[in-house]
């Protein structure tokens, strides 16, 4: 019943910018923490960025200065805002959220959304 669902993800020239938005749906009492992971092909899945549900943040150091997560409580929703994009950004983009079901915390995770980045 709980769902996320992922848009923004597309193909982009190097130096090119993008946001990537994730928004949760269903049956939940609250959201803790939010955040974005990435997967390139051949790679183990990377942390990318968190938030807290207080906004607190933190970065991985190969996209710190570049990327920008943020989140809108009120649409329950998390964004990353992705600047001067390197090829090395090329990868499928997960979201997820830990959310609070029937007193206990559960993550759940987005479907992933394709980031392309050319040179």
């Known amino acids: 019943q709980v769902q996320l669902v992922e848009s923004g993800g597309d193909l982009v020239q190097a130096g090119g910018s993008l946001r990537l938005s994730c928004t949760a749906s269903?049956?939940?009492?609250?959201?803790?923490?939010m955040g974005w992971y990435r997967q390139a092909p051949g790679n183990q899945r990377e942390l990318v960025a968190v938030?807290?549900?207080?906004?607190?943040?933190n970065y991985a150091d190969s996209v710190k200065g570049r990327f920008t997560i943020s989140r809108d409580n009120d649409k329950n929703t998390v964004y990353l805002q992705m600047n001067s994009l390197k090829r090395e950004d090329t990868a499928v983009y997960y979201c997820?959220?830990?959310?609070?079901?029937?007193?206990?915390?559960?993550?759940?995770w987005g479907q992933g959304t394709q980031v392309t980045v050319s040179s």
């Open positions: 269903g049956r939940f009492s609250s959201i803790n923490v």
């Open positions: 938030i807290t549900s207080g906004g607190s943040t």
């Open positions: 997820y959220s830990d959310l609070l079901v029937l007193a206990k915390q559960y993550r759940f």
